[in-house]
């Protein structure tokens, strides 16, 4: 039984929305850029806002039940017993990075992380926290499927200024779901090498039916300085209410974050953020069931019209999450195709190259909505490639 109707989901009211994502685009455009979902929000999550509101409890955030929730989610989900008491809050997972790499490493060091990826890691890495970048892009083969490059990780985490290792797992944009095996394998030459591990596993609760997320936590030895960082945020579409949460991944790691990462940062979480994950991971399981199921359909659809649509249009189907990476760069559309896409169709999608090395050429689009939102937005990207002759 459906926990929400899908099919009631209109751009009418979308429009309504305030967020970044319905504001920043012309009434015209769709909006598929930005990592939010179309869908309304969980009745748990409604329920405990409302209830709030009631309250009049608008106040600086107390963590109370959440390192508990998550522990219980994690439990179910994963078959992960994290410790509840190495647990810090922060206001988001951008933060959170932040806050792991100035507390993991040193000013100049190098921190890994593996291209085409989420923009705001370069921002957060070089201009926020002042480390070098060094990249180990994935390896990508002929059909378009990428993977971990574990021999150039050996060879960046053996150099000297290389501290860090940010990973993305689950991967945006690609979308791949990294298998326990190269986990551990990353766990075992980050402890040989001395390299702390942050790993950035937000998108972990949205893997589609029949994908098997690890927990990197569940695969690192207490030896390795490892934290995971996980949110509510992207699964259950609260990104605006702001709350994320670090797990150390031993004591000596709970010691450093506690040791450093600032008071004042910590009340920089939304006591709404607070509220609405405990909500998310004690009762919205039914719900998230249901937006996995919705998302990997549309995985499906995109896949499938993608392949109708062009030979010269490359997509492969995500393992989690509900953002497509597209290879346009045979397509012969000239320049950036997402201003191509946006300019002829339409459809704000976000643009590859601001996802560094590999982006030329690639979009990545959003289609954590209805399946009629997702079909208006895939005939208008259709037909534009088709009336503009660049799809031959
Ligand atoms: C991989 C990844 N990390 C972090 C974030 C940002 O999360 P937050 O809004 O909690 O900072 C996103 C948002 O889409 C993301 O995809």
Redesign the pocket.
């Known amino acids: 039984m459906s926990v929400f109707d899908v099919d009631a989901i209109s751009l009418a009211s979308l429009r309504q929305r305030t967020s970044a994502k319905w504001r920043v685009y012309e009434p015209d455009v769709i909006p598929a850029w930005v990592?939010e979902m179309d869908f309304p929000l969980a009745e748990p999550i409604t329920a405990a806002l409302h209830e709030a509101v009631d309250r009049s409890d608008v106040g600086y955030r107390w963590i109370g039940e959440l390192p508990d929730s998550l522990a219980g989610f994690a439990r179910a989900t994963w078959g992960w017993d994290l410790n509840r008491d190495h647990v810090v809050v922060l206001p988001?997972?951008?933060?959170a990075i932040a806050q792991a790499i100035l507390a993991l490493t040193a000013s100049g060091e190098g921190v890994v992380v593996n291209t085409p990826v989420?923009p705001?890691f370069f921002t957060t890495v070089r201009d926020i926290c002042g480390r070098e970048l060094v990249d180990v892009p994935l390896l990508r083969d002929p059909d378009g499927h990428y993977e971990l490059d574990l021999e150039g990780l050996t060879s960046a985490f053996a150099r000297p200024e290389v501290t860090a290792y940010l990973l993305?797992s689950p991967h945006?944009p690609t979308g791949i779901t990294p298998s326990a095996e190269t986990l551990t394998a990353i766990a075992e030459l980050a402890l040989i090498h001395g390299v702390a591990v942050i790993a950035?596993e937000?998108?972990a609760p949205l893997a589609h039916p029949g994908t098997v997320h690890t927990p990197f936590l569940t695969v690192s030895s207490d030896d390795l300085i490892a934290v995971s960082l996980m949110?509510a945020?992207?699964a259950w579409n609260i990104?605006g209410a702001k709350c994320?949460q670090v797990v150390a991944g031993s004591q000596q790691v709970m010691d450093i974050m506690s040791e450093r990462v600032p008071l004042e940062v910590t009340y920089a979480t939304g006591h709404f953020g607070v509220l609405a994950s405990i909500a998310a991971y004690r009762e919205g399981g039914p719900w998230l069931e249901q937006v996995r199921s919705q998302i990997a359909a549309n995985a499906r659809v995109v896949h499938q019209h993608v392949s109708t649509l062009s030979p010269s249009v490359q997509c492969v189907p995500p393992t989690s999450s509900y953002l497509a990476w597209m290879d346009l760069s045979a397509s012969g559309i000239e320049g950036d195709p997402s201003e191509f896409i946006l300019d002829r169709a339409r459809v704000a999608v976000s643009a590859g190259p601001t996802f560094g090395a590999g982006g030329e050429g690639f979009i990545r689009l959003n289609f954590g909505t209805s399946p009629s939102i997702l079909a208006e937005i895939l005939d208008r990207m259709g037909r534009a490639l088709m009336e503009s002759g660049v799809e031959a």
């Open positions: 990592a988001d997972v951008l933060t989420y705001p993305c945006n950035d937000i998108h949110s945020s992207k990104a994320a």
